[in-house]
DNA sequence: CTACGCTCAGATA
DNA sequence: TATCTGAGCGTAG
């Protein structure tokens, strides 16, 4: 079982070998999402035997909750964050925002598809009309749910 | 302990 | 409709 942290990520330093397909082979997934295919990345870095050590990059029990549904959110789902709360049994809305905030794998842990209930709500870390909101947006068009 | 935040429902104009 | 308020609560510092 091979683990990437999120700085693997950078392709500038490795805390595990990683072989060169298997970096092509992500760089493609992801071109392939982007480029329209309907493609759950979680699942399919799976599938490349690629796991996420999410356990590494949040630490506190909650956080850990949140992530666990998020991941369960499949391509062209949609969920809010207080659908998130009613499901980990909390009203910390803002809290579930603030850990999607720090998610080092975006696209791939689909903070995206957490709408705020009125509205797309943030993305990345802002809530004004920065390009992190519109890729947002752009994303849940691509994916239907706009 | 404090202050903050990718929120929400309700109030107000 | 749009904008404002305060409740709500987990977390980093």
């Given at each position: 079982m091979e683990y990437i942290k999120a700085n693997n990520l950078k392709l500038t330093k490795y805390k595990y070998p990683i072989e060169e397909n298997l970096i092509s082979d992500l760089i493609n997934l992801i071109k392939n999402y982007l480029s329209?295919?309907?493609?759950n990345l979680y699942d399919k870095i799976n599938d490349l035997n690629v796991h996420l050590n999410i356990k590494d990059e949040f630490s506190t029990d909650f956080a850990l909750k949140v992530i666990d549904h998020l991941i369960?959110?499949?391509?062209g789902e949609i969920t809010s964050y207080s659908e998130i709360g009613k499901v980990i049994d909390s009203r910390a809305y803002r809290a579930i925002g603030n850990v999607l905030k720090r998610n080092p794998f975006p696209l791939i842990i689909p903070c995206h598809r957490v709408k705020r209930k009125n509205g797309v709500g943030g993305y990345m870390g802002k809530i004004n009309n920065e390009w992190q909101q519109n890729l947002k947006k752009y994303l849940l068009k691509m994916e239907s749910k706009i």
């Open positions: 329209g295919k309907k493609v369960n959110v499949k391509y």
